[in-house]
Antibody
Framework: EVQLVESGGGLIQPGGSLRLSCAASGFTVNSDYMSWVRQVPGKGLEWVSV???????YYADSVKGRFTISRDNSKNTLYLQMNTLRAEDTAVYYC??????????WGQGTMVTVSS | QTVVTQEPSFSVSPGGTVTLTCGLT?????????PSWYQQTPGQAPRTLVHSSDTRSSGVPDRFSGSILGNKAALTITGAQADDESDYYCGLYMGSGIWVFGGGTKLTVL
């Protein structure tokens, strides 16, 4: 079955760090564009970051310099390293597989709460 | 900074037709932005409906159709059903590795 399963969310204090994981099955993460999208509960979707199959990475201005997207081909897993977390980073984080410039496969999401 | 615009809310009667739009505060949406549309119900991950302006994703009923109308991308639901009541988001590829979502439209079927 082709699916994505996120993990790693939780409660973290402002200024702290957290690493999210997204385990893929049914395909290989290094063969497609892979992305992170977040959503504040009750609000809209916000694109966060993408890694291209060739390895190029891109970020939304709101997270540039603080977040790093990466992948481990041996574990077939996508990651999002989040540093210097702020209250406004509180959201559900989804990983997604891109094709034809659209987000075609979504995980179930993992909640990140930044609060003291 | 260019913002992607959507109607905050829309209402449609069961069996009716509704067109949701996706625009830009500066400029026009074209196929070069590869518009895509997503449906989301509370507590669930988004579901992809349309990509590349007008291509339905696998398993999506043909009552959902995408297009470019004037200077906006559009999602038309023909013969709306009760379970179409959801939030709908458009996504645009802005180039240079950057994507942006619209603020979403809350669709009520009543």
């Amino acid at each position: 079955e082709v699916q994505l399963v996120e993990s790693g969310g939780g409660l973290i204090q402002p200024g702290g760090s957290l690493r999210l994981s997204c385990a893929a099955s049914g395909f290989t993460v290094n063969s497609d564009y892979m992305s992170w999208v977040r959503q504040v509960p009750g609000k809209g979707l916000e694109w966060v970051s993408v890694v291209y199959s060739g390895g190029n990475t891109y970020y939304a201005d709101s997270v540039k310099g603080r977040f790093t997207i990466s992948r481990d081909n041996s574990k077939n897993t996508l990651y999002l390293q989040m540093n210097t977390l702020r209250a406004e980073d509180t959201a559900v984080y989804y990983c997604a597989r891109l094709a034809r410039y659209a987000f075609h496969l979504w995980g179930q999401g993992t909640m990140v709460t930044v609060s003291s | 900074q260019t913002v992607v615009t959507q109607e905050p809310s829309f209402s449609v009667s069961p069996g009716g037709t509704v067109t949701l739009t996706c625009g830009l505060t500066s400029g026009s949406v074209s196929t070069n932005y590869y518009p895509s549309w997503y449906q989301q119900t509370p507590g669930q991950a988004p579901r992809t409906l349309v990509h590349s302006s007008d291509t339905r994703s696998s398993g999506v009923p043909d009552r959902f159709s995408g297009s470019i109308l004037g200077n906006k991308a559009a999602l038309t639901i023909t013969g709306a059903q009760a379970d179409d009541e959801s939030d709908y988001y458009c996504g645009l590829y802005m180039g240079s590795g950057i994507w942006v979502f619209g603020g979403g439209t809350k669709l009520t079927v009543l």
